[in-house]
């Protein structure tokens, strides 16, 4: 009972900031993404009836403590869907993100993950299946089960069954590019479940922010439809720098942002001034992605490395969803 799937990165357009079950890991709004092909995990998974608990090697290293226990936890709910619950599995992740960096690692990881473990197991999920149960491990790693752009659906059932990804164009509807702009590798300080939790419970900014995000995936959505780049660009920046903001009024207050964060920013601006359309989007971390077309790449992808603070650059055109290896 054995499988590999390869899964790879999504990066939201719309974002995902705020659950109202924590449990069952249920949004408070619905978010839209791209999945790219430059940022990828590859998990195999394999039951095997002699083992007495799980186990879990990410890039060849055995792992305990609190990601062990998400994944193994995770592998419960798929047990309990396959009414297999007393068997156990090796799994062995190999991670091409940095990891709780800001870039979306638990997407690409937990979408890899319930694709090899539903399938080692022997269960036959529609696409639609496999994004429910994928949310339970990670809720914006239900987008990446598709390729190109993808919308997850908040749902309004109390059970969660209403809640998974759609595919909304596929990765050949529109050459969209994004620069995954590595900056720092080491691990934030604030997880994205801490943090998201803190913003919902105590900032005053977050309900606005609910709010807003309807309005804005009903123009992002109408942007894609008309492969509107200067549209869609300026609705992800503004979504992006809101979703920010939650935080700065939370309490504790916090931020993901660095002063190597706020350069690229500034540049991307400056480029824009300079009639070269590029725009960013930052999720929970200090890494920045540049959104941008093609025919710009050369020039974006030399300004961007001329910036000091930049250690890598992953360049990234629409991908696909989950592959079976």
Not at 217 to 222: A, D, Q
Not at 258 to 270: A, F, G, I, L
Not at 285 to 296: A, F, S, T
Not at 305 to 315: S, Y
Request: hydrophobic residues 35%; proline residues 3%; charged residues 25%.
């Amino acid at each position: 009972m054995k499988a590999t799937a390869k899964a790879n990165v999504n990066i939201a357009l719309i974002k995902y900031w705020g659950k109202r079950d924590e449990e069952l890991i249920l949004p408070t709004n619905n978010s839209l993404s791209l999945t790219l092909d430059g940022l990828y995990t590859t998990t195999t998974v394999h039951f095997k009836s002699e083992l007495t608990e799980d186990r879990f090697y990410l890039d060849g290293k055995q792992v305990t403590g609190v990601p062990y226990e998400r994944v193994t936890q995770f592998l419960d709910i798929v047990r309990k869907e396959a009414n297999e619950e007393n068997l156990y599995a090796e799994v062995r992740s190999e991670n091409h993100v940095p990891t709780a960096a800001g870039f979306a690692s638990s997407a690409s990881g937990f979408a890899a993950l319930a694709a090899a473990s539903t399938k080692a197991i022997g269960l036959e999920l529609t696409e639609e299946e496999l994004s429910r149960i994928t949310r339970r491990g990670s809720g914006s790693a239900c987008r990446s089960i598709y390729g190109g752009f993808a919308e997850w659906k908040m749902g309004e059932k109390e059970d969660g069954s209403d809640s998974y990804a759609v595919q909304i164009a596929p990765k050949n509807f529109w050459d969209i590019r994004i620069a995954a702009v590595i900056l720092t590798d080491e691990k934030k300080s604030v997880s994205s479940r801490d943090g998201m939790k803190r913003t919902v419970e105590t900032s005053p900014f977050f309900q606005g922010w609910v709010e807003s995000s309807f309005t804005d995936l009903t123009r992002m959505k109408e942007g894609i439809e008309n492969r509107d780049f200067a549209m869609c660009g300026e609705i992800a920046e503004a979504n992006c720098l809101k979703m920010h903001a939650t935080t700065l009024g939370a309490n504790p207050p916090f931020t993901y942002w660095t002063d190597s964060t706020m350069k690229v920013m500034q540049e991307v601006r400056k480029m824009r001034e300079e009639g070269i359309p590029a725009y960013f989007t930052i999720d929970a971390g200090p890494n920045v992605k540049v959104i941008y077309l093609p025919e710009h790449e050369e020039i974006i992808q030399k300004r961007l490395q001329a910036i000091p603070e930049v250690t890598n650059i992953t360049l990234s055109k629409a991908g696909d969803g989950i592959t079976y290896l």
